[in-house]
């Protein structure tokens, strides 16, 4: 399987603190992306990263990215409740032009 | 900032009929995209279309489905005749597409809701 694979499939945390998400694939790339999707609404992008690259941030968003791993993390700093989402990381295959979605992790800031 | 559409956000039909989903990519993008989403699963692919014709598609993606750009603007995904299991939420994406390697982001709609009953 190609498949992106997240862990957790679930975190809940308090508001304030750090949530991360991991992320594993099977094949080499050419980038991979993350994605928020609150229940049964659209997926709204938040960053991507490249295969040359090893980190990125956007705001309270950190990625990172080790392709020896074949392996991506994704930090929200200072949670909000409305981060309250189910969170995607989804891969761009060499040779593909198509994503492939993992599972997803569903986190849950508690107030 | 631009955004790829979709309409109908629900779309309700009866087990044999046809429907079509109707998307419309943000507008200097090439790449376009169909993907779905059964309830509490994840996201699939279903066809990448490019220059008019079909350029990638799915095991999900068999004869029921087609898809076209009628116009310069809309991107639509047919189901000739819908069974309970097409029931999910349909995403149309578009991409810009840089220098034949895919470096972009991949732009999702809202996405229609397809109710087979």
């Known amino acids: 399987s190609q498949q992106g694979e997240e862990d957790p499939q679930a975190l809940s945390i308090q508001e304030g603190e750090n949530a991360t998400m991991n992320c594993s694939y099977k094949?080499?790339?050419?980038?991979l992306q993350w994605y928020r999707q609150n229940s049964g609404r659209g997926l709204v992008h938040l960053i991507l990263?490249?295969?040359?690259?090893r980190e990125k941030h956007s705001g309270r968003l950190r990625v990172t990215l080790d392709t020896s791993k074949k392996s991506s993390s994704l930090l929200i700093t200072a949670s909000r409740a409305a981060d309250t989402a189910s969170y995607f990381c989804?891969?761009?295959?060499?040779?593909?032009?198509?994503?492939?979605f993992g599972q997803g992790t569903r986190l849950t800031i508690n107030p | 900032e631009p955004e790829v559409t979709q309409t109908p956000s629900h779309q309700v039909t009866q087990m044999g009929q046809e429907v079509i989903l109707r998307c419309v990519p943000i507008?200097?993008?090439?790449?376009f995209y169909w993907y779905r989403q059964i309830l509490g699963q994840k996201v699939e692919f279903l066809v990448s279309?490019?220059?008019?014709?079909?350029?990638?598609k799915s095991e999900i993606f068999d004869d029921q489905f087609s898809v076209e750009r009628p116009d310069g603007s809309n991107f639509t995904l047919k189901i000739r005749s819908t069974k309970l299991e097409d029931s999910a939420m349909y995403f149309c994406?578009?991409?810009?597409?840089?220098?034949?390697?895919?470096?972009?982001?991949?732009?999702f709609g809202p996405g229609t809701r397809l109710t087979v009953l």
């Open positions: 990263i490249r295969s040359n690259e």
């Open positions: 094949t080499s790339i050419n980038n």
């Open positions: 507008s200097n993008h090439l790449y």
């Open positions: 994406a578009s991409q810009r597409w840089t220098s034949g390697i895919s470096t972009d982001t991949q732009y």
């Open positions: 279309f490019y220059n008019n014709e079909i350029s990638e």
């Open positions: 989804a891969t761009d295959f060499q040779g593909a032009q198509k994503l492939v």
